[in-house]
Nanobody, 117 residues
Framework: QVRLVESGGGVVQSGGSLRLSCKPS????????FGWFHQAPGKGREGVSC????????YFRESVKGRFSITIDDAKNTAYLQMDNLKPEDTGTYYC??????????WGQGTQVTVSS
């Protein structure tokens, strides 16, 4: 069964940094890219950032522009979300997903990020 495994979450103070990782479990996947999604406590899941494999073009939600970056390491078959200058409103569960065309077909279990003020 295909799984995506996220890691790198934790507790940081406001202004701190975390790097989230997303790796397929078990084997290499062909993919069209990866996306990262954020679910704040008591709220729905929202897109944060995504990257296309074909040209490595990226998208960022307005609230994270200039603070977050997204990359793919082909050698490690891993996607990353670098989060700098974290704010309390960044707190929540972060999910990665594998893109297939214009949608996402596999999701990770989520990793928790807590930013204290």
């Amino acid at each position: 069964q295909v799984r995506l495994v996220e890691s790198g979450g934790g507790v940081v103070q406001s202004g701190g940094s975390l790097r989230l990782s997303c790796k397929p479990s078990g084997f290499v996947l062909d993919h069209d890219g990866f996306g990262w999604f954020h679910q704040a406590p008591g709220k729905g899941r929202e897109g944060v950032s995504c990257i296309r494999n074909v040209d490595r073009s990226t998208y960022f939600r307005e609230s994270v522009k200039g603070r977050f970056s997204i990359t793919i390491d082909d050698a490690k078959n891993t996607a990353y979300l670098q989060m700098d200058n974290l704010k309390p409103e960044d707190t929540g569960t972060y999910y990665c997903a594998k893109a297939s065309g214009s949608s996402f077909d596999y999701w990770g279990q989520g990793t928790q990020v807590t930013v204290s003020s």
